[in-house]
């Protein structure tokens, strides 16, 4: 394992109670200060490996380690951000992004000066006593992630984040994500079903196939993020990439 890997998985195996295997003997490393993609179809494991690398369900097999310690369940340095945002409807959008901080008996004062810092960085000032069904999907996906920013955690995990907004929105997302990358120099684990959001994002892409979910392959885009979006999707390397992985993908349709 490469040594500035902040997150190792280890013949992870899981097989849900009622005899799926989801998973078989996955073997990962995920480079500190990078992002990384889980990539493949629907059903392979996606999920369930992200769910396990935040210790939020057992596996059968294996180990995780973060920072080389073996996990036991979820940790602070670990922040999981949902498909659907998991935002509570009942709670403003104030609460929301304290909510991580208050889990972890934060004192009010102190986690809601925070929570403001975040939501005025997602550019969400103002809507601090919303309620999740008064703001639009890009917006609740932005309380989302200011919820997994309030944290500071150094590992963000992502499912799926960027699947229930249009693709305008989602793009701008993908700014916003690789400038977080930029400037605080966080580790983010990322699920996607994307090909183009995989080869655009990722300094790494962990290629899954399924039933049982194992790694297929492990491809290392290379793009280069000094340039626009534009001038990357026309990116030979970039293309390139795509091309690559829907030549591997396509014998799972
Ligand atoms: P993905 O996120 O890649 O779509 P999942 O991790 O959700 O895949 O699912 C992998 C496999 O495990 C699928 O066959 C799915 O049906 C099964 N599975 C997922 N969650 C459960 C669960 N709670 N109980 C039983 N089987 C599950
Ligand atoms: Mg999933």
């Keep these: ?17 009622g005899g799926v295997e989801a998973l078989r003997n996955v073997n990962l490393a995920f480079p500190r200060g990078k ?10 494991g996606k999920t369930t490996l992200l769910k396990i690398i935040a210790g ?3 596996h059968n097999a294996g180990e995780v380690r973060v920072n ?31 909510f991580g901080l208050e889990l972890r008996g934060v004192p009010r004062a102190q986690r809601e000066t925070t929570a403001r810092r ?3 960085e997602m550019g969400l000032s103002g809507f601090e006593a919303s309620h999740p069904n008064q703001l639009s999907g890009g917006m609740r996906q932005r309380v989302g992630l200011a919820r997994a920013l309030a944290v500071d955690a150094d590992i963000i995990l992502m499912d799926e984040p960027f699947s229930s907004v249009d693709e305008q929105t989602r793009r701008k997302f993908q700014e916003d994500l690789l400038d977080l990358l930029r400037h605080r120099r966080k580790t983010v ?3 996607t079903h994307s090909i183009e959001e995989a080869a655009y994002l990722s ?17 290392r885009p290379n793009v280069d993020h000094g340039r626009s979006a534009d001038e990357i999707r026309r990116d030979r390397n970039y293309l390139d990439t795509v091309d690559e992985i829907w030549q591997i993908l396509k014998q799972y349709v």
């Design 1 to 17: 394992m490469p040594d500035d890997a902040i997150v190792e998985v280890e013949g992870i195996g899981k097989t849900y109670p």
């Design 35 to 44: 992002l990384s993609t889980l990539l493949g179809p629907s059903g392979c």
């Design 56 to 58: 939020l369900i057992p």
């Design 68 to 98: 080389g310690e073996k996990i036991q369940g979820p940790g602070p340095e670990r922040a999981f951000v949902f498909q659907d945002f998991a935002l509570m409807p009942w709670a403003t959008v104030l609460r929301n992004v304290a």
């Design 118 to 120: 975040y939501i005025a």
């Design 189 to 191: 684990i990322f699920v």
């Design 203 to 219: 300094d790494q892409i962990a290629l899954l196939s399924p039933r049982p979910g194992t790694v297929s392959k492990i491809i």
